[in-house]
C-alpha cells in the first residue's frame, strides 16, 4: 500500500501544481485521474496491476497533507496502513486511510472524497485524441541540455518545439528579446511545424520524474508525456498555450 501510495504522490503532487486526484477501481483495472490547478496538464493513469485496496469511486484531496504523512519517519518502516471502510446502503464504502506506527503510538488518519464530490471537483479530463507526429524517447542528456537553457532564458516561461533537418529543436525567445535553442533529439521519424507555445516548468517537471518516459508531439496542438514507473503507467497530457 506505502510504494502506491508514495507513487502516486511522487507522480502528482511532486509536479506542483496539483492537490486532489480521483481514484477509480474494480477487479480488472485500477485508474487515476487528475487536472493541475491552472488546467495546462490532465492526467490519466493505469495501475500495471489491479490493485484491490482500491475499489470503488473516491477522491484523493489535500495530496500535501497525505506526502506530509507519508514520509514522516514514524512511518517507513513496519507501519500499518489500512483502509477506513463505512456502510452505505448496505454497501462498504472506503473513505479514507489509518495510519499508525510499529508500537501503535502514532497515529494518522486521511480522509478521502466522496464519489459526488470528486466527480464535481474533476472535470474536463476527456481527450478527443489527436494523430501524434513526434514519437520520441528523451534522453538523460537532453533533459539535461533543457534544463541549461531553461536556466539560460528564465524569463520564457514558454518554448516552442519543431522539427528541422529531420531533429526535433526547442526554441526560447524570438528576434526581439534574447534567444535559445538546442536539438532534443536528433533523427526523428516524424514532423511538426507549426509554432505552438509549450509551459517550460510543466515539461521540465514531468520529465525529471522517476520512470522511462516517452514525449509525443501533435501539429493539432497537443503534447504527451508518458512515464512507466513500474508500478504504474502515467499519461500527462497537455494542451498548447496561447502567447
Not at 72 to 88: A, C, H, M, V, W
Not at 112 to 128: A, P, V
Not at 175 to 186: D, L, R, Y
Amino acid at each position: 500500500m506505502r510504494d502506491y501510495l508514495l507513487d502516486i504522490v511522487d507522480h502528482t503532487h511532486a509536479l506542483g501544481c496539483i492537490e486532489i486526484l480521483k481514484i477509480t477501481g474494480d477487479d480488472t483495472a485500477t485508474e487515476l485521474e487528475a487536472l493541475s490547478d491552472d488546467k495546462s496538464v490532465v492526467v490519466k493513469a493505469k495501475f500495471k496491476q489491479p490493485n484491490t485496496d482500491f475499489k470503488g469511486t473516491f477522491g484523493m484531496p489535500n495530496l500535501n497533507k497525505l506526502a506530509t504523512i507519508l514520509n514522516i519517519p514514524e512511518y517507513k518502516e513496519n507501519s500499518k496502513i489500512e483502509l477506513i471502510t463505512q456502510d452505505r446502503n448496505g454497501e462498504a464504502v472506503v473513505t479514507g486511510l489509518h495510519f499508525e506506527n510499529q508500537t501503535g503510538d502514532f497515529k494518522n488518519d486521511y480522509r478521502f472524497m466522496s464519489m459526488e464530490i470528486i466527480n464535481e471537483k474533476i472535470k474536463g479530463t476527456k481527450f478527443k485524441g489527436v494523430t501524434w507526429h513526434v514519437d520520441i524517447e528523451p534522453t538523460a542528456a537532453a533533459y539535461q541540455r533543457f534544463k541549461f537553457q531553461a536556466s539560460a532564458n528564465s524569463d520564457q516561461n514558454q518554448f516552442i518545439a519543431k522539427t528541422e533537418n529531420n531533429d526535433l529543436k526547442f526554441y526560447f525567445g524570438d528576434h526581439s528579446t534574447h534567444a535559445g535553442n538546442f536539438v532534443f533529439h536528433a533523427n526523428c521519424a516524424g514532423k511538426i511545424g507549426r509554432e505552438w507555445n509549450w509551459p517550460v516548468a510543466r515539461f521540465i517537471s514531468i520529465l525529471g520524474l522517476n520512470g522511462d518516459k516517452t514525449v509525443k508531439f501533435s501539429d493539432e496542438g497537443a503534447a504527451l508525456i508518458t512515464v512507466d514507473s513500474g508500478l504504474i503507467e502515467y499519461q500527462y497530457i497537455i494542451p498548447a498555450q496561447s502567447k
